[in-house]
């Protein structure tokens, strides 16, 4: 599968994944307004009802104590001027006229007038009744309105009644959330605080309703409400949205993390393919000139000199090292992977080894027509290392740099050595190779994996010989880092810390 295909689904999975949290998400945030908007229309009913209900206790208190003043004959008339007996009195020739009807037949004008006396007496009964109600009914109103507009209100306010009436209230509309509230006058000044209603609660969301509205100004008040639990109770509503939210986004991570192990576990066939087949042209080679060498000696019909059993078995010797050397570079990897490699750790020169290694490096690259160049700066070259690892560090990278050469121009290497502080050692060597894609540049360090040489088909290799120098220069406690520019060349900076 190409790149650009598995970039093409990754981008499928993102946008629908995302598409599905945008539209959760919206779902969620339309749930919490309109909870938001049922409950505030809740608490505004509640307030309305509380406030009539408030009105109504007091009109109650008042009848009780006018009925009290009645019974004991202690009620007293104020302003009897302001209301009329006689407009509620039912009138007289309404029981006349049913007297009237009645037929006399065959009764006798006794009867006629015990009955008719009967009627009078019943119409002066309902007559005094009528007129007794309708006069604590007219007191009952006019002493609430006048002892209204005498009173404050804050003394016509009873905040046990008042918590009574929004606590029937705000249950009787479904809201059972506890709430604080706080009572002002008409001017502004506060009459009571509940005990649990703080400063912090002003700056939330609240809800005011008028008290005693159809009174005069001077004796209106305002009731202030607020609930400590209404956001989280607002966004409730979500909590069963957050769940399905959490495995998407679960379902989404999940998703790109297969994606990335699919595409890494193909990296690692085609890295692995390409090992395979580049350890078969590796085996191959030594193998068919060894023998080939050993056809030539085992023929008697082939006259051989010394000279040429010499040359024969140098051939041999030649090609089984290089055998051994490959064999150890797989084997040396595979002792990184389970963690068994066991350093050897002394104080050595680092400037002398390399000198060492660059001598005997030198004449391979003499022989193409190209230049090893060393500059030993470090005055403090004394580090703790393996010698024979920290030797195949600098053979590795200074062959990595003769196989990765240009055709077309002659080979230039430089080999410095310098310090770092008075803490560090500093190795690097430089060349004017093809120089590495910034793409390649950050994965030249993992196993089986060998930078694209385009048309040139004559590097070998098996991808594992940075993979070994930046394995060794971690075990000694080193860092390496590498620069390079296409078609410029290609710098390797390796630190170790000094000997102390």
Not at 191 to 197: F, K, L, Q, S
Not at 361 to 378: C, H, N, P, W, Y
């Amino acid at each position: 599968m190409k790149r650009s295909y598995i970039w093409l689904i990754c981008l499928l999975v993102c946008i629908a994944f995302i598409a599905l949290l945008y539209l959760q998400g919206s779902y969620a945030k339309a749930m919490v307004r309109m909870r938001q908007e049922q409950f505030s229309e809740n608490v505004l009913r509640s307030l309305d009802q509380a406030s009539r209900e408030l009105e109504k206790a007091e009109t109650f208190r008042y009848l009780q104590k006018v009925l009290a003043q009645h019974k004991t004959g202690k009620a007293e008339t104020v302003h009897p001027d302001s209301f009329r007996l006689t407009d509620y009195m039912l009138p007289l020739d309404t029981f006349s006229h049913s007297a009237g009807n009645i037929s006399l037949g065959s009764l006798g004008m006794n009867k006629y007038n015990r009955m008719a006396e009967t009627i009078s007496n019943l119409q002066k009964q309902a007559r005094e009744a009528l007129i007794y109600e309708q006069g604590v009914l007219d007191e009952v109103i006019f002493t609430v309105m006048y002892t209204a507009s005498k009173q404050r209100f804050q003394d016509r306010l009873n905040p046990a009644v008042l918590d009574g009436c929004l606590r029937n209230a705000l249950q009787a509309n479904g809201i059972t959330l506890p709430f604080h509230f706080i009572v002002y006058t008409s001017d502004g000044r506060e009459v009571y605080r509940c005990e649990d209603y703080t400063e912090a609660d002003n700056i939330t969301n609240t809800y005011q309703q008028t008290l005693f509205r159809s009174d005069p100004m001077g004796q209106m008040g305002t009731v202030v409400i607020h609930f400590p639990d209404q956001a989280s109770y607002i966004r409730g509503v979500a909590s069963y949205v957050a769940p399905a939210m959490g495995f998407t986004v679960i379902l989404l991570i999940t998703s790109l993390i297969t994606i990335y192990l699919v595409v890494r576990q193909k990296r690692i066939s085609e890295m692995k393919n390409d090992f395979v087949h580049n350890m078969t042209h590796e085996f191959k080679t030594p193998i068919s000139t060894i023998s080939l060498a050993a056809q030539m000696l085992a023929d008697k019909s082939v006259h051989k000199s010394e000279e040429t059993y010499e040359r024969l078995g140098g051939v041999i010797d030649g090609e089984t090292r290089r055998l051994r050397y490959q064999v150890e570079k797989v084997l040396q990897m595979s002792l990184f992977d389970n963690n068994n490699i066991a350093l050897k750790l002394q104080e050595l020169d680092a400037n002398e080894i390399t000198e060492n290694v660059v001598d005997t490096f030198s004449l391979k690259v003499s022989q193409i027509g190209g230049t090893l160049d060393m500059r030993l700066e470090a005055y403090n070259p004394f580090i703790n290392a393996d010698e024979m690892h920290f030797t195949n560090i600098i053979f590795n990278l200074l062959d990595n740099a003769f196989k990765y050469r240009k055709e077309d121009r002659p080979l230039a290497i430089l080999v410095h050595t310098f310090n770092q502080g008075e803490t560090h050692f500093c190795i690097s060597i430089a060349d004017n190779g093809i120089g590495i894609q910034k793409d390649n540049l950050k994965r030249i360090f993992d196993k089986f994996y060998r930078v694209h040489t385009g048309d040139q088909h004559n590097v070998k290799g098996f991808g594992l010989g940075l993979a070994y120098v930046q394995k060794m220069v971690e075990l000694h406690h080193g860092t390496i880092k590498a620069s390079s520019e296409p078609d410029k060349g290609t710098k390797f900076t390796i630190t170790l810390p000094l000997s102390l």
